[in-house]
């Protein structure tokens, strides 16, 4: 049976298995930082109003990738910016959330999106597919 779970920090366990952290934001950052589990637990309630955006290079989008993933490799954003839905949530991922984070500067200058539409997933992809989060491979 399922015990009432218990917040400690950012960090909330349930049955002490670690369910989710909270969002957070670092002074100046157009963005919010969130680790895998939490960007999955938001594609999870958000359904169809978030999309995951990988911004690696094609070699390392097809080692894999979140389920469901749109593939703009960060080299390519700024020419591609068209294909960045604006009405979502946007959580950007890449290998170890530096080029993530870049992709979150871009849009968030590019197109004036809030900090509130904008995830870097930090821990990036090694991350997601090491917590059996969805992944697919092409």
């Known amino acids: 049976s399922l015990k009432k779970p218990i917040q400690t ?3 909330t366990y349930t049955n002490r298995k670690e369910v989710t952290t909270m969002p957070k934001q670092e002074p ?4 919010f930082r ?4 939490e ?3 938001i594609l999870d309630q958000e359904g169809d109003d978030a999309v995951i955006i990988d911004v690696r290079r094609p070699d390392e989008w097809v080692t894999g990738h979140a389920k469901g993933a749109v593939h703009i490799p960060i ?3 700024l020419d591609r910016m068209e294909e960045v839905p604006q009405d979502k949530k946007l959580l950007f991922i890449c290998a170890a959330g530096v080029r993530s984070g870049l992709a ?8 004036g999106l809030p900090a509130e539409s904008l995830y870097n997933v930090e821990d990036g992809t090694p991350a997601w ?8 491979y092409v």
């Open 104 to 111: 979150c500067e871009y849009v968030a200058a590019s197109l």
């Open 9 to 11: 920090s950012n960090y």
């Open 129 to 136: 597919i090491g917590h059996n989060l969805p992944t697919e």
């Open 75 to 77: 080299d390519d954003l």
């Open 28 to 31: 100046g950052e157009p963005y």
């Open 39 to 41: 960007a999955n637990h």
């Open 34 to 37: 969130v680790d895998s589990p």
